[in-house]
């Protein structure tokens, strides 16, 4: 029962979230003259993970929750290292730029999710650096840093 309870708090906390990020989100235009406006996108996924979060804790509430939650395991290693690593590329992307930020940030975030694979962390990395640049500045002419 505590860990039905740990999961109910959890899944109040991230509600939470959705319903604060769908408010800001309707500070925003959800509609312009060429379509979905700055909010549209971010209300809706807030909609969308607010009624998954409910279902689910409907489904913990009721010991529906598809798993075992005493074999669940849960490491604070990865997760801080990750975290880390955010917040040093967050730091990081003005002075270096987004290519270079990302180019360093994921074979990082690879290396601390267990990935060993060095061809496809190198390939994974430039795509994710370089190509996703080109993509959101050649393409979609969204300005990155």
């Known amino acids: ?5 740990g999961w109910q708090a959890a899944l109040a906390v991230l509600l939470a979230v959705f319903a604060f990020f769908a408010f800001e989100s309707l500070r925003l235009s959800l509609r312009d003259a060429l379509g979905p406006g700055p909010g549209f996108f971010p209300f809706w996924l807030s909609v969308a993970g607010g009624f998954l979060g409910v279902v689910l804790f409907v489904q ?14 849960f490491e604070l290693r990865p997760v801080a290292l990750v975290l880390a690593g955010l917040v040093v590329a967050t730091a990081f992307l003005e002075a270096i730029g987004f290519r270079l930020a990302m180019l360093l940030l994921l074979p990082y975030l690879l290396f601390v999710l267990g990935v060993r694979n060095w061809l496809a ?3 994974f990395s430039l795509a994710g650096s370089f190509g996703v640049y080109h993509v959101f500045s050649g393409l979609l002419k969204v300005p990155l840093p």
């Open 1 to 5: 029962m505590p860990q039905t309870r």
């Open 60 to 73: 913990v509430s009721r010991g529906r929750m598809g798993f075992e939650t005493p074999t669940l395991t």
């Open 121 to 123: 962390m190198g390939l």
